[in-house]
Nanobody, 122 residues
Framework: QVQLVESGGGLVQPGGSLRLSCAASGSIFRLNNMGWYRQAPGKQRELVAVITLGGTATYVDSVKGRFTISRDNAKNTVYLQMNSLKPEDTAVYYC????????????????WGQGTQVSVSA
């Protein structure tokens, strides 16, 4: 059974940092690109960052320079280090496995975690 288990969300003040983790089933992790999406209240889910099997990272413009995605292949875990957090980063963050390239954008994979809440507020 495929499992993606996220952790690391919470409440932080603007300018603070959080690190999200997503532990994946071994077979899924080894065979797939991994990514993080987020969904804020009343908004569509958006792709935040992707890391390929080879370790190449891609970010949405709004988080470039602040967020870093990485993967530890020995631990079957993908991370999202979030620095200089802003109130507009508040959302539920979801781990996703199996992303693939479309003609003009990344397409989500079939496997999702349960989500972890990130709240940025003074």
């Amino acid at each position: 059974q495929v499992q993606l288990v996220e952790s690391g969300g919470g409440l932080v003040q603007p300018g603070g940092s959080l690190r999200l983790s997503c532990a994946a089933s071994g077979s899924i992790f080894r065979l797939n690109n991994m990514g993080w999406y987020r969904q804020a209240p009343g908004k569509q889910r958006e792709l935040v960052a992707v890391i390929t099997l080879g370790g190449t990272a891609t970010y949405v413009d709004s988080v470039k320079g602040r967020f870093t995605i990485s993967r530890d292949n020995a631990k079957n875990t993908v991370y999202l280090q979030m620095n200089s957090l802003k109130p507009e980063d508040t959302a539920v963050y979801y781990c996703n496995a199996g992303l693939r390239r479309g003609l003009t954008r990344w397409l989500s994979g079939d496997y999702w975690g349960q989500g972890t809440q990130v709240s940025v507020s003074a």
